[in-house]
């Protein structure tokens, strides 16, 4: 357990991928935010100060951040030198991920499927590539779990935007639908008939309303990737760029208190 791991923006998934991480943790502190210095310090993070002083202490650096900041950031840690294993989990296209691993002698390409790994069997972090073995005992035996996808750097990501392609764009279409019947008004006698056929789905809506408004900003980028994704192997990505667009119609109800259904689906209809 001499290996030691740097942690770049640990917000709600990121701090608890460290949290469960074995060996030496560190992280940047310099000028990041008093909410991000909590988590650091609540999952014993240690502050090396800045970027630069970071590549000098620990053998691999893992970046989770919002997919539209993933090739900026990678960038950032190349332009230091850094030597060690660069893991990059975030939502992103395989081609991505394939051209960040040119920044890097050592990269390790990932996804994560779940929420923040607070519980065990709730999260799931795939990687690839040919050091994804050797990189994933450290979070052995942790609340997070750890899996290697066999194939080359980009298999993790293609794995992560095959099943974010259905969760969060079917969960864009289920709102997109509610909102459609309701500018119509005839959202009442949609969701009577849901109550008919479809039992449940009423309930769903609301619960997907609330469930996604706070992370609506970041699957806008997340649905432009999984498109590129799709149009990569001559699928159509449209689809997916209209659940773009509509989760960023919902991006400004971010820090709405108890958001509902009727909210989101205001702020769908306003361009």
Known sequence: MNHSTGFLHPGAMGSTVAATCSGQRWWVGHRRSAASRRRA????????GTLAELVERVDTIVSVC???????????VASTGFGGIYIDANAVAPAQATG?????ERFVDGGIVGPPATVAGTTRMYLSGSEATSVAERWAGSALDVRVVPGPIGAASALKM??????KGQAALLLAVNALADAYDVGDTLRAEWDISQPGLEQRSAATAHGVVAKAWRFEGEMHEIAATLEAV???????????????????????DEPTLDDVI??????
């Open 234 to 256: 001559d699928l159509p990505g449209g689809f997916h760029r209209g659940a773009a667009e509509i989760y960023r119609r919902m991006a400004d109800l971010r820090h709405a």
């Open 66 to 76: 919002p997919p539209s900041s993933a090739l900026d950031v990678a960038r950032t």
């Open 162 to 167: 095959s099943y974010a392609g259905w969760t």
């Open 100 to 104: 960040m691993a040119e920044l890097f």
């Open 41 to 48: 310090d609540a999952v014993g993070l240690r502050d090396a």
């Open 266 to 271: 205001d702020a769908l209809r306003r361009t």
